[in-house]
């Protein structure tokens, strides 16, 4: 079993530019949620995908937005990059919000 | 809204002597809480939750957590610390308004020294 798998590892972009990061759920899972972890900080929710809908949303500004794809796997795109949107961005999947959520080791954003 | 704060920043212990990283949390209703650890370059992994069973909840690598409702405390404990435990550690609330929506605290980074 792969876990949760999520590509690229690290990404560097310009202020400005648009970013996508992409996540493929543990095996079984449905249920897929992002989460942004600033550095020395704990990991802030996003949002979460289930049945290619946007389900829940945190306090993140129209910028971050995401999809979700019917094989379950679940892309998190940013717009309009800000120096601030640097950290590692996190994915937990999981089936139904009924399991126990698995963690991706992250993709790791610079923006310069 | 519910929340956790974790007392500590940074621990630092010695090999082999106990480990104590202090959470509270703050919840309207009976809450479900875990700890997560997280090492460098690697994803969070769950070391144990609470799901209003058992208040000792025994988790992975010999920690243990107790839910303490009079103090609102989640403190997780370790009788004797291994070089291996140094990470970072996170308290974490679930969004009781369903879909396992995580509240994370601060975390606190563990240190172990021969």
């Known amino acids: 079993d792969a876990g949760v798998t999520q590509s690229p590892t690290h990404l560097i972009k310009t202020r400005g530019q648009q970013v996508t990061l992409r996540c493929s759920p543990k095996s079984g899972h449905d249920t897929v949620s992002w989460y942004q972890q600033a550095l020395g900080q704990g990991p802030q929710f996003i949002f979460q995908y289930y049945e290619e809908e946007e389900r829940q949303r945190g306090n993140f500004p129209d910028r971050f937005s995401g999809h979700q794809f019917p094989n379950y796997s679940s892309e998190l795109n940013v717009n309009a990059l800000l120096l601030g949107d640097s950290a590692l961005y996190l994915c937990a999947s999981d089936h139904r919000s009924r399991t126990e959520a698995f963690f991706g080791q992250g993709t790791r954003l610079t923006v310069v | 809204a519910q929340s956790v704060t974790q007392l500590d920043s940074h621990v630092s212990v010695s090999e082999g002597t106990p480990v104590l990283l202090r959470c509270n949390y703050s919840s309207s209703y009976s809450p479900s809480l875990f700890w997560y650890v997280q090492h460098p370059n690697k994803g969070l992994q769950l070391l144990l939750k609470y799901t209003s069973a058992a208040t000792l909840v025994k988790g992975i690598n010999g920690f243990e957590a107790e839910f303490k409702k009079s103090e609102t405390s989640f403190h997780l404990t370790k009788p004797s610390a291994h070089m291996s435990d140094a990470a970072e550690y996170f308290c974490?609330?679930?969004?009781?308004?369903?879909?396992?929506?995580?509240?994370f605290g601060a975390g606190t980074r563990l240190a172990v020294h021969p």
């Open positions: 974490v609330v679930s969004d009781r308004g369903g879909y396992n929506k995580l509240i």
